[in-house]
């Protein structure tokens, strides 16, 4: 899968019981994991992450991606990713402790292709700002060259190797993959007004096919 031979089992992680992980309610949902002592000058950082990239496949990919803790789980996934022509791009929510704003800006230092917004939003799980953190991310993203970019949240978990990501997008050949599902009452309030016709969203020439919008929630 593009990942180098030699993994790494961190010795935090041998006693860790993975079979928990598939119990309902034996993991606590939203507790950050513990931070550990760090080093992050570049050649730290470097050796942790060089040493495992993936070789080029020809196919560059972006990532943006939205963050706010876990840096150790985001350097530990962008070294699963990570390759000279693939770009990435972190926005960080402003309520981030700055321990974790601290590393994320210094691994954009170390990487050339890593890029950390400047400007922090405040973001929320209801989706606040969300959107608009990737399109800055995406504006950052244009300088450089890639063929598909990946929007994700910060405990998005990548299954897929650089390889295989790059024979997915070719077999999609430029199509934007969405899913599409129902939106909860949490996401789309249901009192707002889904007449098309009063909304005026079809020219009289062309009704649109249905007098009522159904309201819809979309994640790339």
């Not at 942790?48 to 996934?77: C, N, W």
């Not at 969300?130 to 929007?151: D, F, G, P, T």
Request: aromatic share 8%.
């Amino acid at each position: 899968y593009g990942i180098a031979s030699a993994w790494r089992s961190r010795v935090e992680m041998h006693a860790i019981d993975c079979s928990a992980m598939f119990e309902p309610g034996s993991i606590p949902r939203g507790k950050p994991m513990s931070e550990h002592p760090l080093e992050m000058h570049c050649d730290a950082v470097r050796s942790r992450v060089l040493p495992f990239r993936s070789a080029d496949t020809g196919f560059p990919i972006a990532f943006t991606k939205t963050v706010y803790m876990d840096y150790e789980l985001l350097e530990e996934q962008l070294t699963l990713s990570y390759s000279r022509e693939n770009s990435f791009c972190f926005a960080v929510d402003k309520k981030a402790k700055d321990l974790f704003k601290r590393r994320l800006r210094r691994l954009a230092l170390c990487l050339p292709n890593v890029i950390v917004l400047e400007e922090e939003a405040e973001m929320d799980r209801y989706g606040h700002n969300q959107n608009q953190a990737h399109l800055k991310c995406m504006s950052k993203l244009m300088k450089r060259e890639w063929k598909y970019v990946l929007v994700l949240q910060n405990h998005d978990i990548l299954l897929k190797s650089n390889t295989e990501l790059a024979r997915i997008f070719s077999i999609l050949n430029g199509t934007c993959d969405i899913e599409v599902t129902t939106c909860s009452r949490i996401r789309c309030e249901p009192f707002l007004d889904t007449n098309t016709m009063r909304l005026k969203l079809c020219p009289k020439s062309a009704p649109c096919p249905s007098d009522k919008l159904q309201w819809a929630k979309g994640a790339q």
